[in-house]
């Protein structure tokens, strides 16, 4: 992994010591998971599970595995400061739909928890008639939903959340219960990027024009989750 990049000696040293000359750099690092902004959020020491790593995802994997020798509530969604929502729709699909096939989704209440300002917004104003079909979706398949929420914190078992309004005020409170729950966190720019002077915004997201070139390096480029939109 990058631990440094020096604008100035056009380099990039790695973890193992050694540093890295270039002509052009191109940055596609992705973001950093920034479980710590929501206590009680993410993997161990956290509550909840995670599938935005492998490792993540395998951990995921074994904890149903024992969710399911005692089903209950779910909670799936993502968190203020998330900028990737598809994953959470997709993964609750998935989970109710395998619940289904074992015969035990009458035991699990499923609540979709999000801070989109609409079910189907994707951090892109929607997609097409994303609005109407992932509501559609998820009320067929009796998942109830929280919108426009704020995740304030998580305990063992249960989660806090407030439901925001238009003006950004607090209009209702919940408290979720859960026996498995997955959220996505809040998403920044990973450190040695963050660290670089003028290439990113306050979250670390590396800004750039409309041809991905970086508006003060020129001869850095950037792609993907770690791009400031």
């Known amino acids: 992994p990058a631990v440094h990049i020096d604008i100035a000696g056009n380099c990039v040293r790695t973890a193992d010591g050694l540093w890295h000359s270039y002509d052009y750099l191109i ?27 492998t490792a993540h ?22 968190v203020q400061g998330a900028s990737c929502f598809g994953p959470a729709y997709e993964f609750a699909l998935m989970l109710e739909t395998d619940l289904r096939r074992r015969k035990l989704r009458d035991r699990v209440p499923m609540c979709f928890v999000t801070s989109e300002p609409y079910i189907g917004h994707l951090g892109l104003g929607g997609v097409g008639d994303s609005k109407g079909m992932l509501e ?8 109830r939903w929280i919108d426009n929420a704020r995740v304030r914190g998580v305990r063992e078992a249960e989660m806090s959340v407030e439901e925001i309004d238009a003006h950004g005020e607090p209009k209702n409170e919940h408290v979720l219960p859960f026996r498995y729950a997955m959220l996505l966190p809040s998403f920044k720019g990973v450190d040695p990027v963050a660290a670089v002077d003028g290439l990113c915004n306050p979250r670390g997201f590396v800004l750039v024009d409309r041809h991905q070139r970086s508006m ?14």
Do not use: M
Not at 33 to 47: C, D, M, N, Q
Not at 63 to 74: C, K, R
Not at 223 to 229: D, L, R, S, T, W
């Open 27 to 53: 940055i596609c690092t992705g973001p950093r998971l920034a479980f710590e902004e929501v206590p009680g959020l993410g993997p161990a020491p956290g509550y909840t599970q995670s599938i935005c790593t």
């Open 57 to 78: 995802a395998a951990a995921a994997w074994e904890a149903y595995q024992h969710f399911l020798e005692d089903p209950g509530p779910i909670v799936i969604g993502a």
């Open 136 to 143: 559609s979706e998820l009320r067929k398949r009796h998942i």
């Open 216 to 229: 003060r390096h020129r001869n850095l480029f950037a792609a993907g989750v770690c791009v400031a939109i």
